[in-house]
């Protein structure tokens, strides 16, 4: 079973920017999860999404949003990029039975 | 609302045994875990507690007590390759869905 994907890798930008990224969630999994993990900082819940619809959102400016496809992946856009945006972005997946997540490897972005 | 303390960072001796501590505070307790993180790559399960008890897991053992709102993970024979970061995260009745809060993290060294 292929796990949570992420795209991309890496990604650099300068301030003011827009980055989106990107997230492929386990096959049959309906809700991704985001967060934001700055260095030296715990993880800060983002965003939930579940079949399709924003269920839950966690305590950032409007200009972090997203949304979910009806394949259940999902993206998150970060507008008017700030130097303080500059984290690891992760993502995970869950199946109804929420046991807990499954983690993507992260995209790192870097904000110039 | 949550809050979650662990200490921040631990050191113990290759073969040891170290206990990591969790306290939280939450309106609606649904279940506890923990996850291991190293350096630069995304969190893993490893245990997940909703009742009392003592949960096993080969080398790896975790506790809770709902009632003291307290969870503690052990970890017996201890390896190099287990330095790592250990987050402990509570789930809510409130709120939804399978979303987790996490704590900032027990950044844990194993020495020779």
């Known amino acids: 079973e292929a796990g949570v994907t992420q795209s991309p890798t890496h990604l650099i930008k300068t301030r003011g920017q827009q980055a989106t990224l990107r997230c492929s969630p386990i096959s049959g999994h309906t809700s991704v999860y985001w967060y934001q993990q700055a260095l030296g900082l715990g993880l800060q819940f983002l965003l939930w999404?579940?079949?399709?619809?924003?269920?839950n959102r966690g305590n950032f400016p409007p200009r972090f949003s997203g949304r979910q496809f009806p394949n259940y992946s999902s993206e998150l856009n970060v507008n008017a990029l700030e130097l303080e945006d500059s984290a690891l972005y992760l993502c995970a997946s869950s199946g109804w039975t929420g046991k807990g997540y499954t983690f993507g490897s992260g995209t790192r972005l870097t904000v110039v | 609302g949550q809050n979650i303390d662990q200490p921040t960072e631990m050191t113990a001796t290759e073969g040891a045994i170290v206990q990591i501590n969790c306290t939280y505070q939450?309106?609606?307790?649904?279940?506890l875990f923990w996850y291991q993180q190293h350096a630069g790559e995304a969190p893993t399960f490893l245990s997940y507690n909703v009742l009392d008890g003592l949960e096993e897991k080969g080398r790896f053992s975790s506790f809770l007590s709902r009632s003291k709102g307290y969870s503690y993970l052990l970890l017996k024979e201890l390896q190099m390759k287990d330095s790592a970061s250990y987050l402990c995260a509570v789930r809510e009745l409130t709120g939804g869905g399978n979303k987790l809060t996490f704590g900032t993290g027990t950044q844990l060294k194993v020495e020779l």
């Open positions: 999404y579940d079949e399709g619809e924003e269920r």
């Open positions: 939450t309106s609606g307790f649904n279940g």
